[in-house]
T-cell receptor, first 111, second 116 residues
C-alpha cells in the first residue's frame, strides 16, 4: 500500500544531541515537505524539495537541515537539539495533485 | 502572501446536530483550498479540496464545503455530527499551479467536540 512513513513516532532526547527524523514515501511523489506544529498552533512549512538534490527553506525559519538523495527519502537533521526544538514534525509529499499527503508525525521533546 | 483565519478555536455540538466550521482566507491569486482533519497523535488526513470548477465540494465522512469568492470563505459543514467526528480540523490555502502543490498555509485549527 502506497504511504508515507515517519520514524520515530516519539523521541525524547537530551540537549546538545544530534538527531535525524526519518521520512519515506512509497507513492512515487517528486515533491516532499516538512511542517512544524507546536501544541495548539497551526502548521508551518520549514523545508521542501521538488526532487533529488533539490531543497529549499520554507516560510518558518528553522535550525534544522534536510537532504534529498533519493526520491523516496527526505530526512530532517538537528545538529544540536535544544528545548526550543520541542515540537511535532510532520512530513508530507505531493505528486500530480494539489493536496499534500501527511505522515503520522514525530513528536520531539528535548530535555 | 496568503493567510487563513479559522473563526473559533473550539466548537461544541450535540450528536446529530449540524457541524459548521468557519474558514476565511486571504490570497492575492486564485487559491486552492483544503480542509484536513487531525485525530490525536496522528497526522493530517485530507477531507476535501477546492481547485477549480464546482464551488460546492463534497468530501469524505459526509463533509462538504463551499468556496465563496466574494466572501473569501470556505466553510466546512456536515448535516449531522457523529461522535467519531471529534477531532481538530485545519483549513489550508495554497497557490494554484504545479510548483505550489503541497506548499500549504494553515489556519490555527478548530477543535470539534461532539456531545452525546
Amino acid at each position: 500500500e502506497a504511504d508515507i512513513y515517519q520514524t520515530p513516532r516519539y523521541l525524547v532526547i537530551g540537549t546538545g544531541k544530534k538527531i535525524t527524523l526519518e521520512c519515506s514515501q512509497t507513492m512515487g511523489h517528486d515533491k516532499m515537505y516538512w511542517y512544524q506544529q507546536d501544541p495548539g498552533m497551526e502548521l508551518h512549512l520549514i523545508h521542501y524539495s521538488y526532487g533529488v538534490n533539490s531543497t529549499e527553506k520554507g516560510d518558518l525559519s528553522s535550525e534544522s537541515t534536510v537532504s534529498r538523495i533519493r526520491t523516496e527519502h527526505f530526512p530532517l537533521t538537528l545538529e544540536s537539539a535544544r528545548p526550543s526544538h520541542t515540537s511535532q514534525y510532520l512530513c508530507a509529499s505531493s505528486g500530480g495533485h494539489a493536496e499534500a499527503f501527511f505522515g503520522q508525525g514525530t513528536r520531539l521533546t528535548v530535555v | 502572501a496568503q493567510s487563513v483565519t479559522q473563526l473559533g478555536s473550539h466548537v461544541s455540538v450535540s450528536e446529530g446536530a449540524l457541524v459548521l466550521l468557519r474558514c476565511n482566507y486571504s490570497s492575492s491569486v486564485p487559491p486552492y483550498l483544503f480542509w484536513y482533519v487531525q485525530y490525536p497523535n496522528q497526522g493530517l488526513q485530507l477531507l476535501l479540496k477546492y481547485t477549480t470548477g464546482a464551488t460546492l465540494v463534497k468530501g469524505i465522512n459526509g463533509f462538504e464545503a463551499e468556496f465563496k469568492k466574494s466572501e473569501t470563505s470556505f466553510h466546512l459543514t456536515k448535516p449531522s455530527a457523529h461522535m467519531s467526528d471529534a477531532a481538530e480540523y485545519f483549513c489550508a490555502v495554497s497557490r494554484a499551479g504545479g510548483t505550489s502543490y503541497g506548499k500549504l498555509t494553515f489556519g490555527q485549527g478548530t477543535i470539534l467536540t461532539v456531545h452525546p
